[in-house]
């Protein structure tokens, strides 16, 4: 981050208080005073790496520190090489590991949600998605009932679908309260058939928490909402003609790109 809180405009530090900025461990750590200082509220992703390499006492002190400054927390679990609908039971069982060691975190920083990548891709299944959704229950029942156990929502992001009826199957055989949708606009652009809002008319029940990055739909770019080609006015004009509220979370993937995304933000919030 280039600037302070105190050069911050004023509008722009009030929004914080209610978005959730993307931040790898590590860079939270490594940035945690003026993360405090500009009361940035971290959606905490865990790799896996970063799981084995944990140190408590760096987990505690941090946590405790979010904490002290009343500052809302997410998660995003590990999902590079995951699949938690994985045909080979092995890779099922590491993915169900990793997930495990991120609700093992729960306790200490009482996320509100955790996000999950889903592991589907119809190249891949053939498009037999009952397949996927057959070893994906595996992985999820067992994690909805952990979830409910320690009062954290669970939420699944589009990736590579380019529809939502695979997410849906999911939702729906869970029926679980505990278990809900993360729209990623970005991914949404790239890969979706169909308006972004489409998916809401199917998904839009199970709404949680929507990740907000813009791309030119030519690669995963990450950029700062506006400089991309998503209608964005329109994502949240649905939000508001039919009274969704879910969690709003930047991801930017450079820290100057942070300032010009809650700009953006705070004109479609209005």
Known sequence: MKRTASTLPP???????????????????????????????PEIYFSGPTLDQLSLAEVRKTSRDLRRKNLSVTFHAPFMDLNPGA????????????FEQVLALAPLFLPRVIVFHPGYDRWR???????????????????????????????????????????????????????????????????????ITQWLDSLGAYLMEMHLHDNNRQADEHLPLGQGNIDFAAIFAYLRKNHLTPILTLEPHLAEHLEPSLKALQKYLG
């Open 125 to 195: 299944y053939d498009d037999d998605v009952d397949l996927w959704l057959e070893k994906s229950l595996l992985t999820w029942k067992p994690l909805a009932e952990r979830a409910e156990a320690l009062s954290v929502k669970l939420a699944i992001e589009n990736v590579f679908e380019d529809r939502p009826s695979s997410l849906l199957k999911l939702f729906s055989a869970l029926d679980s309260p505990w278990v809900g949708y993360c729209l990623d606009a970005g991914h949404g652009n790239l890969f979706a058939q169909g308006a």
């Open 11 to 41: 509008s722009i530090t009030n929004l914080l208080q209610k978005v959730q900025i993307n931040v790898p461990f590590p860079l939270l750590v490594k940035n945690l005073g003026r993360i405090l200082d500009l009361g940035l509220q």
């Open 87 to 98: 045909v080979d039971e092995k890779i099922r069982e590491v993915t169900c590991h990793r």
